[in-house]
């Protein structure tokens, strides 16, 4: 059928499957506008109010449905507000394609009005990038483009489009879109290898990374920590691939992990890591890293292995296919047993829990009552600083996809366009942003997207009035000198919300926190919860950044060491 550039847009959308799209218009993208308004009974529009609310919020629905997320955004300044949105997913693997349109082909290269190399720009934070200028090539670009970001390791896709080529006419032709295959590359000896070391270990230990939620392996891993009886610890990334109210769960490991999965992982003498690259801010000093371990690596992407951590023994390919091959290989040796040392990781874990202080209204507080309340079902999403540590470490995760939060660049304002996107991707969750008012401040506009189009979602702001995280550094590290860390102003959250359309509670005791949540849930809008909490309250455990992480510590041994 004959159709122009913009229908070719729509229809290849449709054949992916994609029945939302978040985005924001502009003179260069009105084509593609014009052909969405035409099948909006097929394809939902969100429109955000600003372009990196837009790409947070595909980032978002991508996460909390395994699908690939899809924004849009006019040419220059449209598409580099896209930017930090694209960079995220990027950072984190999430299946993103971002469709911009430009400048007419002839203008392209002349500093035309709203002209911006948008591929070039962005050829460093996406898996791959095109530009198109030719109506001939759209529909397979952009078919290839949803593969790329949907198979292998995922991540975010850029595809430019010129104006005129959204105009202008091609003969198109439907075809059916088949799901990427689970691909493995490992050598019998590779795998050999591994089942020697599982089978020589005494102190096995399993470091769970993001790769364990992309791949849907949770009831793989459940099994391999059964197989192998392990105690698991993960990475943010990980979160909710492992069941948090299991007795083998340790709690995070890294920066501001666990004592029992610092100390653990640092004495164990088989350290297996399942869809995790090793951050730096999960090692702290690599060299210090499990040094008295054997170290596996399982991971879809064999840059990977080797890059941060060198490791003793890995296997390529898809986790959940790999470890399905493992698990049987295990379970035809026969079951292991280490009691002795699940002994002793249950020492640390009681002998280290996490703690707050319980007199005080708290984040902690807040978040053991949000789990409460919610049975634990709730779909978390965070920002970046205090909140975002003290969400992964408080509030218990069963389910994979269940905690989205920016891991690997750390974005502040990520939260509320990733928790619209969440929302409606999985409209029958219960979806809550957390987040610091620092945060809060960067895309607090979104409140009006949700208020605009009736999504429920819940935004709770811990205000402590300060950049917490940043303070928390000051105070330890840079003699209490809160060089632009203060944000005490006359700015008040609960108007702002009720401005942009939304509810409003504000939370200043204890005692009101309860009552406020069940009341939000109970709104069946969107709604901000502003919880204010003191401004010195501090995220333990703590590793210094670049040190070993058994030399984490806690207020307890700062309060120690003062003495």
Not at 170 to 192: L, N, Q
Not at 529 to 555: L, N, R, S, T
């Amino acid at each position: 059928m004959l159709l122009n550039g913009s229908e070719i847009v729509v229809e290849c959308l449709k054949e992916q499957g994609v029945d939302t799209v978040f985005g924001y218009p502009g003179g260069a993208i009105l084509n593609i506008y014009d052909a969405l308004y035409k099948h909006s009974e097929e394809i939902r529009h969100i429109l955000t109010s600003h372009e990196q609310g837009a790409a947070h919020a595909a980032d978002g629905y991508a996460r909390a449905t395994g699908r690939v997320g899809v924004c849009l955004a006019t040419s220059g300044p449209g598409a580099t507000n896209l930017v930090t949105g694209i960079a995220t997913a990027y950072m984190d693997s999430v299946p993103v394609v971002a469709i911009t349109a430009n400048v007419t082909l002839p203008l392209l290269g002349k500093d035309s009005f709203q002209e911006v190399d948008i591929a070039g720009v962005t050829m460093p934070i996406t898996k791959h990038g095109y530009i198109v200028k030719n109506v001939e090539e759209l529909a397979d670009t952009i078919r290839k483009a949803f593969e790329i970001a949907k198979s292998g390791r995922p991540g975010p896709v850029l595809v430019d489009i010129t104006k005129d080529v959204t105009a202008a006419m091609c003969e198109f032709v439907p075809t059916d879109i088949k799901a990427p295959e689970r691909k493995v590359s490992y050598t019998e000896a590779d795998m050999e290898q591994v089942l020697q070391y599982i089978q020589d270990a005494e102190r096995p230990y399993i470091y769970l990374g993001g790769g364990a939620v992309i791949s849907e392996a949770s009831a793989e891993v459940a099994g391999f920590a059964e197989l192998i009886d392990a105690p698991v610890c993960d990475t943010l990334m990980g979160k909710g691939a492992f069941d948090g109210t299991s007795s083998r769960y340790t709690g995070m490991i890294g920066m501001h992990g666990t004592k029992a999965s610092n100390l653990g992982v640092s004495q164990c003498d088989l350290l297996v890591a399942l869809g995790a690259r090793f951050s730096d801010r999960v090692t702290g000093n690599p060299k210090k890293f499990a040094e008295g371990a054997k170290i596996v690596q399982i991971d879809i992407d064999a840059a990977e292995i080797n890059k941060n951590i060198r490791v003793d023994a890995a296997l390529i390919g898809d986790l959940k296919s790999v470890l399905t091959d493992l698990n049987a290989r295990i379970a035809k040796q026969g079951k292991k047993s280490h009691p002795d040392w699940l002994q002793a990781i249950a020492g640390l874990k009681e002998k280290y829990p996490l703690k707050y202080d319980g007199e005080k209204l708290s984040c902690p507080y807040v978040l053991e009552e949000l789990d409460r309340i919610t049975k634990g079902e709730a779909l978390i999403t965070t920002d970046v600083g205090q909140h975002q540590m003290w969400a992964a470490q408080y509030y218990r995760y069963t389910r994979p996809r269940t905690f989205l939060s920016s891991g690997g660049l750390g974005t502040m304002g990520y939260g509320l366009g990733a928790c619209i996107g969440a929302q409606v991707g999985q409209p029958d969750r219960l979806c809550v942003n957390i987040a610091g008012d620092g945060c809060f401040r960067m895309n607090m506009n979104e409140l009006a997207t949700a208020s605009r189009y009736h999504i429920p979602i819940i935004q709770i702001v811990i205000n402590n009035h300060v950049l917490g995280m940043v303070r928390q550094w000051q105070t330890l590290f840079y003699g209490k000198r809160y060089s632009q860390t203060v944000l005490k102003d006359e700015v008040d959250f609960c108007k702002v919300a009720e401005g942009l359309g939304c509810g409003a509670i504000r939370v200043t005791t204890k005692e009101e926190v309860a009552p406020a949540i069940e009341r939000a849930i109970a709104m069946k809008a969107p709604v901000l919860i502003e919880c204010v909490i003191p401004e010195d309250d501090k995220v333990f455990p703590m590793v210094p950044a670049g040190a070993p992480i058994d030399q984490v510590f806690d207020g307890d041994d700062l309060v120690e060491k003062s003495e």
